[in-house]
């Protein structure tokens, strides 16, 4: 079992930057991809960014540029560092982890979900 803990949402204006966090536990990140997504009420849940164990990185088209996926392997952490948010960008966002290294976007392919951390971009 992996159990992920999300933190650092809140609430920041247009043009701002925030980090997330995601800390694991119950087993060690190696043999995993990672991945960020976000869900607004009344939508699906959206691929935002996964990372595979040994770097390769994979980013929607909506926060290219703007948003990086980062892991450090000791900490067993993963992180989302957002810049140049915008109110679009606003949701509930989740950590998750699929066993394997295929980068995949596909909600329905990974097996450990965080909480959620809320994001809030005001304008």
């Known amino acids: 079992q992996v159990q992920l803990l999300e933190s650092g949402g809140g609430l920041v204006q247009a043009g701002g930057s925030l980090r997330l966090s995601c800390a694991a536990s119950?087993?060690?990140?190696?043999?995993?991809?990672m991945g960020w997504f976000r869900q607004v009420p009344g939508k699906e849940r959206e691929f935002v960014a996964g990372?595979?164990?040994?770097?390769?990185?994979r980013y929607a088209d909506s926060v290219k540029g703007r948003f990086t996926i980062s892991r450090d392997n000791a900490k067993n952490t993963v992180y989302l560092q957002m810049n140049s948010l915008k109110p679009e960008d606003t949701a509930v966002y989740y950590c998750?982890?699929?066993?394997?290294?295929?980068?995949?976007?596909?909600?329905?392919?990974?097996?450990?979900w965080g909480q959620g951390t809320q994001v809030t971009v005001s304008s």
């Open positions: 990372i595979q164990w040994i770097g390769y990185t």
């Open positions: 119950g087993r060690t990140l190696s043999s995993y991809t």
């Open positions: 998750a982890a699929t066993f394997g290294q295929m980068l995949t976007a596909e909600v329905n392919q990974y097996n450990y």
